[in-house]
Nanobody
Framework: VQLQASGGGLVQAGGSLRLSCAGS????????MGWFRQAPGKEREFVGS????????YYADSVKGRFTISRDNAENTVYLQMNSLKPEDTAVYYC?????????????????????WGQGTQVTVSS
């Protein structure tokens, strides 16, 4: 699958953005999906993930309660709704897909478990 992330931009602290990740190729519902981010000078970190069915989600503590992941398998798209943004959320955001032939409600947290990555979209939050 090829993944294309979009929706990043510049926003003031407290604002919102919605990122999209469009998939092409093999059946999108075959993949557990995740969002990661990488700030300058820092390692990539897990943001959140969603199961193949969309029925299960899991978030990093740093974004819990502010970010929401959803997916539309008919549209081959996964979303990351980001509310109450903070300057420390500034990073390049990446979507990723993990091939799963089982486990409609399985969550994947570990980055190395993901097989496919999008190109990243920049999110900048000004104070």
């Amino acid at each position: 699958v090829q993944l294309q992330a979009s929706g990043g931009g510049l926003v003031q602290a407290g604002g919102s953005l919605r990122l999209s990740c469009a998939g092409s190729g093999r059946a999108f519902s075959s993949y557990a999906m995740g969002w990661f981010r990488q700030a300058p000078g820092k390692e990539r970190e897990f943001v959140g993930s969603i199961s193949r069915s969309g029925g299960q989600t899991y978030y990093a503590d740093s974004v819990k309660g502010r970010f929401t992941i959803s997916r539309d398998n008919a549209e081959n798209t996964v979303y990351l709704q980001m509310n109450s943004l903070k300057p420390e959320d500034t990073a390049v955001y990446y979507c990723a897909g993990a091939t799963l032939s089982w486990g409609l409600d399985t969550i994947i947290v570990t980055g190395s478990r993901y097989d496919y990555w999008g190109q990243g979209t920049q999110v900048t939050v000004s104070s």
